[in-house]
């Protein structure tokens, strides 16, 4: 069982950046693809972006030309490289590993505030 923990969140004005990270108990190297979400008060939980063991990228349309996914498998960390913040983007975010659809690994969250 490997486990994913998040941080790098925090309070930010829009506009601003902010890099998530999420750390790997083990190697990261055997899921097959990895992911942020993310879910605001209120609201469903939702797909950010996402990467594949391939390195194939997709994102929200919200996000796009904004948030950049990407992983270092000798550090056995994904990140999450969040631009021109808005206060939309305002949620706790989630990292997740799956193996497949049925077997998936989450993180414990980490909350960003985007507010002046």
């Known amino acids: 069982q490997v486990r994913l923990v998040e941080s790098g969140g925090g309070l930010v004005q829009p506009g601003g950046s902010l890099r998530l990270s999420c750390a790997a108990s083990?190697?990261?190297?055997?899921?097959?693809?990895m992911g942020w979400y993310r879910q605001a008060p209120g609201k469903e939980r939702e797909l950010v972006a996402s990467i594949t063991s391939g390195g194939s990228t997709n994102f929200a349309d919200s996000v796009k030309g904004r948030f950049t996914i990407s992983r270092d498998n000798a550090k056995n960390t994904m990140y999450l490289q969040m631009n021109s913040l808005k206060p939309e983007d305002t949620a706790v975010y989630y990292c997740?590993?799956?193996?497949?659809?049925?077997?998936?690994?989450w993180g414990q969250g980490t909350q960003v505030t985007v507010s002046s």
């Open positions: 083990g190697s990261i190297f055997n899921f097959n693809g």
């Open positions: 997740n590993g799956y193996y497949s659809q049925y077997a998936r690994v």
